[in-house]
Structure formats: C-alpha cells, structure tokens
C-alpha cells in the first residue's frame, strides 16, 4: 500500500519553534517592576520625610523663641575663649558639626537649675558629631572650679570681657542658641529648658 506523503494535521510542521513568553506576560513583568520600584521610593521618601517631621518636632517640644533678627540668615558671630586646661576654642572651627551655644554664669539661678540638665545632654553627644560650648560670663576659673567640684562633661568656655553673649543680643542669662553645620542659628531658647530629654539629642541631630 502506498504512503501517504501528507503530515499528520496533530503534528507539528518540521523546524517550528516553541514560542517564549508573550507579549502580555512581558508587559505584566515590566508593570510590575516599575510598580514595586514605585512603592519602594515612596516608601523610603515618606520614611525620609517622617523622621524630618520628628526631629522638628523635637525642636518644638522645646518652645523656641523667635530668633533675634540680626542672627536670621547669617552665621553666627564668631568667638575664642579658652577652655580649663587654657586651650582656645573658636565656634568658627566648629563649622561642620550641629553645635549648641549655651551662655550662663554660676551666679544665675536658673542657670544652676539647668546645669544638670545640659550634664546629661553632654553625656548623650559625648563621641557624636554633636558639639555643646557652654560660655560663662564669670569673673574667673576659680568660680568655676569650685561650682563643678567634680568635674563636668559640659564643654565650658570662660568670657571673662562679658562681651561674646552681647554679639548674639543676649544681655539675660540662661539663653541657648542652637546651630546648624553652617554656623547659622537656627532655634534660640531664652530661659532654662529640660535639655535631659532626648528630644534635645534629636533636635541638634536635625540640623546636620
């Protein structure tokens, strides 16, 4: 009997190839890859943005007062004072850092109230990037000494002229002024605060 030469209809023609995916399922791939990169930047953006919320807000929960005009949009007035040991400290040579400038004397009793309370603020910054210059108006070291028997981790300056605190318009004590890596002023306290809280920590950190 003679062969048919016809191919079978079920079988495939010689030499065809498997398709690969289609078109759709490509396209549902590539939707979800932008998708899941879309959700991903909103999500370290909102992140991003939270915690910007919560280091402001830290800021606040300390009540800032408006900060003097002459200090808005420039950076803050320079000084050198010395340190215990004698050593100068400029606040210029801290540019790059978030550094708190705290003006006080031992003769203040709202600045002895609030002593403590900036001793455990040093304490949580000591070996950050974190800086606090604590500048008393005494008249002497002696007055100092004998104030923080001892010792302290406060970074205390002497201003024995009286002069630095005027640079900034602060004539009363205790007033804190709080600088960004600039060097600009960018929260001022008048008064004594609770700077233990660690609200304190994260409002410096905020102005990174």
């Known amino acids: 009997m003679a062969r048919s030469n016809k191919a079978s209809k079920d079988a495939p023609a010689a030499g065809a190839r498997s398709r690969g995916p289609g078109r759709g399922f490509l396209l549902t791939a590539v939707v979800t890859v932008l998708a899941v990169g879309f959700v991903t930047v909103r999500f370290f953006a909102a992140a991003s943005s939270t915690l910007s919320q919560a280091r402001e807000n830290a800021c606040r929960a300390f009540a800032p ?4 005009a002459a200090l808005q949009g420039v950076e803050a007035p320079n000084f050198e004072l010395p340190d215990a040991n004698g050593h100068m400290v400029s606040l210029r040579a801290q540019k790059g850092h978030p550094v708190a400038v705290n003006f006080w004397a031992t003769w203040c009793p709202p600045c002895v109230e609030e002593v403590p309370k900036f001793e455990s603020f040093a304490a949580s910054i000591e070996g950050t990037d974190l800086r606090l210059l604590a500048v008393s ?26 002069g630095v605190p005027k640079t900034f318009g602060t004539t009363q004590y205790p007033e804190t002024y709080f600088l960004d890596g600039e060097g600009h002023v960018r929260y001022y306290f008048a008064n004594a605060r609770d700077w233990s809280k660690p609200e304190a920590v994260a409002c410096l950190e905020s102005l990174r």
């Open 137 to 162: 108006v005494d008249d002497d070291w002696d007055a100092i000494r004998r104030f923080f028997v001892k010792g302290t981790k406060i970074g205390v300056l002497l201003d024995k002229s009286h």
């Open 65 to 68: 007062d408006p900060i003097p």
